[in-house]
């Protein structure tokens, strides 16, 4: 069995009526202090693109966007550097980058799903990222052709253990065609991104046609054994010294301008916006070169269907002195700027660049985006997995603490549960929601019958699921919501490693009648608590409206359930707990019978629709 890297609360066996718990996280033994070494003297300037024909010299891919096939039509085709899309594009999980975007394999497809769950553990050939066709047609051994990249194992993730391989491969175009490994990096967790320079002089790979693979060895049944590759670059007459490119890049994406939180209810935001306002951030720049005077900016902007608004920082000259070759980080000050709360009155999103003003070759790595969401829930990760977080105790709680900053209905929770060596899809947890009691969980605030599971989705990486409570709750001031599991096994939800609001927000407890504690793993376990928030079409207001007035009776029933309404045309469905929908039929004013005497004797969820979509639910029993 490998040993894989994950946080959980393991139990260990003493003896037969003995256990041992803890929280726990396996370092990574990252040397993030070493230095990145960059040889080259070349102008990307003139780079050729994908869209047409084989490539020609130079070939460069820092991964800072986009480049494997897509058909979204925002991606320019000329963009595209590779034939296939396993890896994932992404600025969080590498450690000192040499800049911003890396490609991640893992033991995951393109889809986000692991390659093979059964057994769990599957190992195997995993992720590969094949070239398009590169022009070296006419060059020979004189011509000093070389192909440069930098490779990390682990970063923020799971690091790969000895047994754990990434190869490279080169392509020959002559004859029938024949793939070839030239160089490999064996697993491990305590080095930080190497250069790697080797050169191209064989005939049979000095032809129109050559391509270059990357391919990781791992195992197939989770999001593990994390490598990542960036700044991969094919030239011809290349010298190598140290440090010698006119290169400035932002190093990693922002996630928020706010101070707690990356998104939160817009009308929350509305209550106070300066008050949720961050007084900072921290923009991350490495200067790959002897760079004596580099000159920043900061931007941000707004998008939408009306409206387009930019606002910049001041320029700022960073201190030359001792940036050579060198990681920079630099304190911004927001200077009291605040959000547009003209905008919307319910949702709103804004772009938030922030860039790096240059004049050197490469300058789509001179920025970092993301979106600044204000939707209907609340979150304090950044969107992305790079651990898991678990505990495998049957009656186990997980909580983490949110703050309504107004009165609101909360209707439900979006969880990212991580496909993590085991298909634990059929397993079941019931949701939760805590007062608060001094700074940790309380009282349970409402009774939630319905099982759910985790769920694993192939359409994408970080894709959240969205789990809603039995009932809606009225909410204000400090909560918690969570799980309780049934089972021993751990689900393993995602922890996102780039923020860190476990320490002060997480609780677990180990069982029933164990005490609450409060979590010491760093990173930020991804729940996030969803409200109604000005919405419409979703639930109904907790305490039902007027106009809507539902009574559902006998409860428990035998033979007929009749529900009691001051509206027409509207739609009930029944469903049981797993969410499969038994029974559907139309309603209308007055008092509805329900004949569910083809219902087993169980527990079932009533759904009632009027025509503006507002949703009631209910529950009741079939004795």
Known sequence: MKNFHFISLVFFSLFANSFFAQEMERPLSMNVEQAIRFEKEKSFSNINRGGGGSIS??????????SLPTIDPEIPVEWQRWEDADVYINGTFPVSPPTIGVATFDGLAGNGYPYQFNPPDAYGAADSLTSLPINLGGLGAEDSVR???FYEPGGLGNSPNAEDSLVLEFYSPFGAGQWMRKWSAAGSADIAFQNIIIPITEPEFLLDGFKIRFRNYATLSCNCDHWHIDFVLIESNFSYTECVVDELAMEYPNNTLLDEYTAMPWT????????FMADNFIAYERNLGPTENIVTGYRIELHDEDDDLVWDFPNQDINPANNFCSEI???VELDGFVYDDSVNDT???????????????TPQNDTARFKQVFNNYYAYDDGSVERAYSVNVAGGKVAMKFFAETPDTLLGVFMHWIPFQNDNSNETFLLRIWANSGGEPGDELIENFTFHSPNYYQD????????????PVPMNGAFYVGWVQDSDVQLNIGNDKNTNRNPTNLFYQLGAGAQWAQSTVTGSVMIRPVFKSGMTGVWNNAEESEDFVLNVFPNPVTDVLNIALTQNNCVVEVMDMSGRLLMKQALKQG?????VTTLAPSLYTLRITDKAANIIVKKFIRE
Do not use: C, K
């Open 57 to 66: 010299l130079p070939f460069f891919d820092d991964f800072s966007r986009y």
């Open 147 to 149: 192909i440069m990249f």
């Open 268 to 275: 929350h935001f509305l209550t106070d916006p300066a008050s």
């Open 329 to 331: 980080q630099r304190t």
């Open 347 to 361: 949702t709103a999103v804004f772009d938030v660049s922030v860039y790096a003003i240059t004049t050197d070759a």
């Open 460 to 471: 994408g990486y970080n894709i959240f699921s969205y789990y809603e409570y039995d009932d």
């Open 591 to 595: 008092v509805n019978r329900l004949d």
